[in-house]
């Protein structure tokens, strides 16, 4: 089993909508959990930090953990064209293992 | 921009030559990393520096040398690779040595012919 699994999509969505992007993962030692945007031609950013189960928003942007499950979710609400982008979950503890990513297209 | 510069954007060469990729963070980051981006692949960790000197070397090849001559600035020289090494390299910075909220530079764009 590899220790984060992600569907690498593409995933099309009319603007507007409520996208749902997630990744599993199968260490429980995992302790950090973020999510990357990965516009073409250029590196990752840091979209969003957590350490711990729950909910953390920012913006349109909400990052959902689950570690009894091992699951963890990127929500982005009012999703816009600019959104179209890979997003890359990363979680780990002293070393961080990055998702294949996600490649999303938002349709105007 | 991020903070994180690297340079050149794009580089073909040939099997037989010699590149060097350059980074330079101006976020006064003590931690540097580069990482390899293959066409469908995870992205692959390949080195770690923390205060200059190098914390982890995740079983790389001889052929692709770090160098991290101070805390802002870090080198992969490149020597004899291979075209299976064509991908985007890319070099991102955090304090101290987990690369948990790492800031990524746009990449090399690396051709091997």
């Known amino acids: 089993q590899k220790e984060v699994e992600q569907d690498p999509g593409p995933l099309s969505v009319p603007e507007g909508a409520i996208v749902s992007l997630n990744c599993t993962y199968s260490n429980s030692a995992f302790q950090y959990f973020m999510w990357y945007r990965q516009y073409s031609r250029k590196g990752p950013e840091l979209l969003m930090y957590?350490?711990?189960?729950g909910n953390k928003e920012d913006g349109r942007f909400t990052a959902q953990v689950d570690k009894s499950s091992k699951y963890i979710s990127l929500f982005i609400r009012d999703s816009q064209p600019s959104d179209s982008a890979t997003y890359l979950c990363?979680?780990?503890?002293?070393?961080?293992?990055f998702g294949k990513g996600t490649r999303l297209h938002i349709l105007p | 921009e991020t903070g994180v510069t690297q340079t050149p954007r794009h580089l073909v060469m040939g099997m037989t030559n010699k590149k060097s990729l350059k980074c330079e963070q101006h976020?006064?980051?003590?931690?540097m990393y580069w990482y390899k981006q293959s066409a469908k692949k995870p992205l692959e960790l390949m080195f770690v520096?923390?205060?200059?000197?190098?914390?982890e070397n995740n079983s790389v090849p001889s052929r692709f040398s770090p160098e991290c001559p101070n805390s802002s600035h870090l080198f992969l020289h490149l020597h004899t690779l291979q075209p299976e090494d064509s991908a985007l390299y890319l070099c991102?910075?955090?304090?101290?040595?987990?690369?948990?909220?790492?800031?990524f530079g746009q990449g090399t764009r690396l051709t091997v012919v």
């Open positions: 520096y923390s205060l200059e000197e190098r914390v």
């Open positions: 991102a910075s955090s304090y101290g040595d987990r690369d948990s909220e790492a800031f």
């Open positions: 976020l006064g980051h003590n931690a």
């Open positions: 957590t350490y711990s189960s």
């Open positions: 990363a979680m780990g503890d002293d070393k961080i293992i």
